[in-house]
């Protein structure tokens, strides 16, 4: 079978999100997070919708897990021989799902869990997995690697989020952190591959909004070996995260000032003069990595959750917290049924990120606190 690409020209508006991470890492049933999303139905019209879920696979969590969605039989053995020649496949299976009369046109969805083999020094390990991942995607007509990542996986379709989720049985599943999202494609097809979420390694996106400036996003991420293939533009967000914090170890925080730059004006304004000469440097060296456009994106990652909006914040966004669980969302009445009665609800500013870390993982995040821009909410 041919993978269906869709687009409904009658339909426009704004996507829904919602994610939710414990710092101590107590797990939640993916069930929790149908019904979270599924109240923001409105947001979606049923032409995309998607999770992603982390801890979900203790047993195997020292193993990379590709999640692959194929168009036909061909693609599938042109993958798993790539696969057996670069990695030790130490377990493999279809992914389980269960018949929902919403989720028409599905791929033979597969799931692999690899072992590197054959790195050399010339390149990291995740570099060497991230190779693979591009290889397939750009090479194998009919394949697509849709999660990549250490003990986290995604799980998307062409559907209402509600239905994707009861589809891929997510209610056997249990994460220290869950994302969802409803999708309204606007400027691509609607199709299995180009849902919501966009994962590379651990990192996952789900996306608000349209990336205006993902031309020149796109060929600045080509320069450093990343395909674009995905017929999206939320494709580009993810991949600037994997290169700005784990290849040019940027923390997240200051990644956050890259994608959603601070304008000019307020960079001359800024009184701190170490700052300002940081804020100056970012968008001096990174310039071409700066997204324009309005959006929200929830970003996930292996110790923790992240919420962003663009620097003028056309995309709504409203996080709340309770002990140990944050919550970050397009509507508050989302968040009310997690949790009915948050401790803390507020709206983050525009461009000034809302980060939680697993408590394990809050360490020093590799730059001096004076330096760190002002305005970012940890929790």
């Known amino acids: 079978m041919k993978f269906v690409r869709r687009y409904d020209e009658r339909d426009r508006g704004a996507c829904g999100l919602i994610g939710w991470m414990n710092k101590k890492g107590r797990k939640m049933s993916g069930e929790a997070m149908i019904e979270a999303i599924a109240n923001m139905n409105e947001r979606g019209n049923g032409l995309g919708g998607g999770f992603a879920g982390y801890g979900i696979y203790p047993e195997l969590a020292q193993y ?23 990695f030790d496949v130490v377990k493999y299976e279809e992914i389980p799902t269960r018949p929902h009369p ?4 599905e791929p033979l969805l597969w799931r692999y869990f690899l072992s590197p083999k054959g790195v050399d020094a010339r390149e990291s390990e995740e570099d060497y997995v991230v190779r693979a991942v591009m290889d397939i995607n750009a090479g194998i007509a009919d394949a697509f690697v849709f999660s990549s990542g250490k003990n986290m996986g995604a799980f998307k379709a062409v559907g209402y989020p509600e239905d994707v989720g009861k ?6 599943y249990e994460g220290y952190i869950w994302t969802a999202h409803a999708r309204f494609p606007t400027n691509s097809q609607a199709w299995w591959g180009g849902a919501h979420p966009f994962c590379l ?16 996003n796109r060929r600045y991420l080509e320069t450093f070996g990343y395909t674009c293939t995905l017929f999206t533009d939320t494709e580009v967000m993810v991949y600037l995260f994997d290169l700005l914090v784990r290849r040019h170890r940027l923390p997240i925080e200051v990644a956050c000032e890259v994608v959603a730059a601070p304008f000019w004006k ?15 440097a970012l968008r001096q060296v990174y310039a071409s990595a700066m997204v324009n456009g309005p959006f929200a994106i929830i970003l996930g990652f292996g110790n923790g959750m992240l919420g962003l909006n663009d620097r003028i914040k056309l995309r709504p966004m409203v996080a709340a917290e309770n002990g140990a669980d944050l919550y970050i969302s397009s509507e508050e009445a989302a968040i009310h049924v ?21 408590e394990e993982g ?18």
Request: glycine share 8%.
């Open 167 to 172: 589809f891929f049985c997510l209610e056997r």
């Open 64 to 86: 990379y897990c590709f999640h692959v969605m194929y168009g036909n039989e061909r693609a599938k053995g042109l993958t798993e021989e790539l696969l057996a020649a670069r």
């Open 266 to 280: 307020d960079i001359d304004a800024e009184t701190d003069p170490e700052r300002r000469q940081l804020r100056t």
């Open 201 to 216: 390694l651990d990192f996952s996106v789900v996306h608000n909004g349209e990336i205006s400036s993902y031309g020149i």
């Open 362 to 379: 809050v360490t020093s995040t590799g730059v001096a606190a004076d330096l760190l821009p002002s305005g970012s909410e940890k929790s």
């Open 102 to 105: 919403a989720i028409t046109d």
């Open 338 to 358: 997690l949790c009915p009665e948050p401790e803390r609800v507020w709206m983050p500013k525009a461009g000034q990120p809302v980060i939680g870390y697993l």
